[in-house]
């Protein structure tokens, strides 16, 4: 397991959904090829597999609850009071993203083109 073990337990997410899917893209493609390369490239079609083994991070398990992190970062809370836990969404924001980055007005990627 390499994810990181915190109060909250181990975290497989990555930093963006595409970069998410980029890794499972490359991790499943590794270990497939792996084993459809086998009969025509022979024992050298195994050196796909542990890099599609390091891009999913462990195991494809492993690379589906990183998955669902990855989608679920920022909209749940977990609150524990009492010995009980509870999960629950969490309220959406009503202005901008705070990781967008601030365009002036008259930046080209600020207007419409038409």
């Known amino acids: 397991m390499s994810g990181k073990d915190t109060a909250t337990g181990?975290?497989?997410s990555s930093s963006s959904l595409p970069r998410?899917?980029?890794r499972g893209a490359v991790g499943f493609g590794g270990v497939v090829g792996s084993i459809a390369l086998l009969?025509?490239?022979g024992p050298v079609a195994l050196l796909l597999l542990p890099i599609g083994v390091l891009a999913l991070r462990g195991c494809p398990m492993c690379w589906t609850i990183g998955l669902l992190q990855t989608l679920s970062r920022g909209r749940l809370r977990r609150s524990c009071e009492g010995g009980t836990c509870e999960l629950s969404v969490a309220p959406r924001?009503?202005?901008r993203h705070p990781?967008?980055?601030s365009r002036?007005?008259?930046?080209p990627?600020?207007?419409l083109r038409g």
Do not use: I, K, N, Q
């Not at 002036?104 to 930046?107: E, I, R």
């Open 109 to 111: 990627a600020g207007r």
């Open 93 to 95: 924001p009503t202005g």
């Open 99 to 101: 990781a967008a980055p």
């Open 20 to 22: 998410h899917l980029a």
């Open 10 to 12: 181990p975290d497989f």
């Open 39 to 41: 009969p025509s490239l």
């Open 104 to 107: 002036p007005a008259g930046s």
